[in-house]
């Protein structure tokens, strides 16, 4: 359910994007695709996180146990400010090629925007 809801979402940030002209710029799409890489790879450490729990234990010579934060915490919050910085990239393409959009606003660049965390 939540891929079909990504692809979804995904589609309309193209159909935007067309819009404005700026659907087949060489910066938006290889950036929109690293996004998108991104947001699958954040899916999936939260699925690991929320199967197994934020903290893990290892396991030593001896027996000896250590409790520690799941790996995927630590990556998660790195993915997770690339992610940002990709939109932020993303913003600023669109804000630079754009076609001047006679309502105003740009629908890409306010899409954005409201879907940021």
């Given at each position: 359910m939540m891929a079909k809801d990504l692809t979804q979402q995904a589609k309309e940030i193209l159909n935007i994007a067309?819009?404005?002209?700026?659907?087949?710029n060489f910066f938006f799409i290889t950036t929109f695709k690293r996004y998108q890489v991104q947001i699958n790879i954040l899916n999936d450490l939260e699925k690991a996180i929320k199967d197994?729990?934020?903290m893990v234990t290892k396991e030593y010579v001896k027996n000896r146990k250590n409790l520690y934060t799941h790996p995927a915490v630590s990556e998660y919050n790195k993915t997770a400010g690339g992610a940002n910085q990709t939109v932020q990239t993303l913003m600023k393409i669109?804000?630079?090629m754009r076609e001047e959009d006679s309502g105003?606003?740009?629908?890409l660049l306010e899409y954005f925007r409201t879907r940021r965390k």
């Amino acid at each position: 359910m939540m891929a079909k809801d990504l692809t979804q979402q995904a589609k309309e940030i193209l159909n935007i994007a067309e819009k404005h002209g700026v659907e087949q710029n060489f910066f938006f799409i290889t950036t929109f695709k690293r996004y998108q890489v991104q947001i699958n790879i954040l899916n999936d450490l939260e699925k690991a996180i929320k199967d197994d729990g934020t903290m893990v234990t290892k396991e030593y010579v001896k027996n000896r146990k250590n409790l520690y934060t799941h790996p995927a915490v630590s990556e998660y919050n790195k993915t997770a400010g690339g992610a940002n910085q990709t939109v932020q990239t993303l913003m600023k393409i669109i804000a630079t090629m754009r076609e001047e959009d006679s309502g105003g606003e740009n629908a890409l660049l306010e899409y954005f925007r409201t879907r940021r965390k």
